[in-house]
């Protein structure tokens, strides 16, 4: 009877021994939730401010002082529509104050940008059009060629670097495509 007693002790012991060991196999079938942090929104309005200069060549630009460097502070205002991605397409206006000796003159440009978002938070472009030089009422019509790379800050907040050719529709003889260069940096917020 005692052996029976003992077998039946260690038959249970094993059944619920065993039966824990199940219960610990068991593992959560729910999916834990992934961050993902989201990207930055290139696509929409943006507008922003900007620092730099303007480098003319000898045949310099109309309204513009001849071989020399000039400061000049500005702002710009445009919309970019990402058309598929990771293309990007936008229009954008830029003015700008050239301060020089003498009289001070003024640039604005009407720009077609085309870029591509390298990752979520740079963006390189190209960039092209066309505008006016303005000194003492005075004005004359130039163009510009370039490009640039942004980089996002913050959710909203961007950072440029961009460079664009400037060049008058002079058929004067020695003249050359580009007469100066804009070089500019700045910081934009979008919208």
């Not at 938070?121 to 003492?136: E, H, L, N």
């Given at each position: 009877?005692?052996?029976?007693?003992?077998?039946?002790?260690?038959?249970?012991?094993?059944?619920?021994?065993?039966?824990?060991?199940?219960?610990?196999?068991?593992?959560?079938?729910?999916?834990?939730?992934?961050?993902?942090?989201?990207?930055?929104?290139?696509?929409?309005?943006?507008?922003?401010?900007?620092?730099?200069?303007?480098?003319?060549?000898?045949?310099?630009l109309?309204?513009?002082?001849?071989?020399?460097?000039?400061?000049?502070?500005?702002?710009?205002?445009g919309?970019n529509?990402?058309?598929?991605?990771?293309i990007?397409?936008?229009?954008?206006?830029?003015?700008?104050?050239?301060?020089?000796?003498?009289?001070?003159?003024?640039?604005?440009?009407?720009?077609?940008?085309?870029?591509?978002?390298?990752?979520?938070?740079?963006?390189?472009?190209?960039?092209?059009?066309?505008?006016?030089?303005?000194?003492?009422?005075?004005?004359?019509?130039?163009?510009?060629?370039?490009?640039?790379?942004?980089?996002?800050?913050?959710?909203?907040?961007?950072?440029?670097?961009?460079?664009?050719?400037?060049?008058?529709?002079?058929?004067?003889?020695?003249?050359?495509?580009?007469?100066?260069?804009?070089?500019?940096?700045?910081?934009?917020?979008?919208?």
């Amino acid at each position: 009877m005692f052996v029976r007693s003992l077998s039946l002790s260690v038959a249970a012991a094993a059944l619920l021994v065993g039966g824990a060991q199940a219960a610990d196999l068991v593992t959560p079938t729910t999916p834990m939730p992934i961050y993902e942090a989201a990207s930055f929104g290139w696509e929409g309005l943006y507008a922003g401010v900007n620092v730099g200069g303007v480098f003319t060549n000898g045949n310099g630009l109309t309204n513009l002082d001849v071989s020399t460097s000039q400061f000049s502070v500005g702002g710009a205002i445009g919309v970019n529509f990402i058309t598929y991605d990771p293309i990007l397409l936008g229009l954008e206006v830029q003015g700008d104050y050239v301060f020089q000796s003498g009289n001070d003159a003024s640039m604005f440009l009407a720009l077609a940008r085309v870029g591509t978002v390298v990752t979520d938070q740079v963006m390189v472009y190209a960039a092209s059009g066309v505008g006016i030089t303005s000194r003492s009422g005075s004005t004359d019509n130039i163009y510009a060629i370039g490009g640039g790379v942004e980089v996002a800050m913050t959710d909203a907040m961007s950072v440029r670097g961009e460079i664009l050719g400037l060049g008058d529709f002079s058929a004067a003889p020695g003249d050359q495509f580009f007469d100066g260069a804009k070089a500019t940096v700045g910081v934009f917020c979008h919208f």
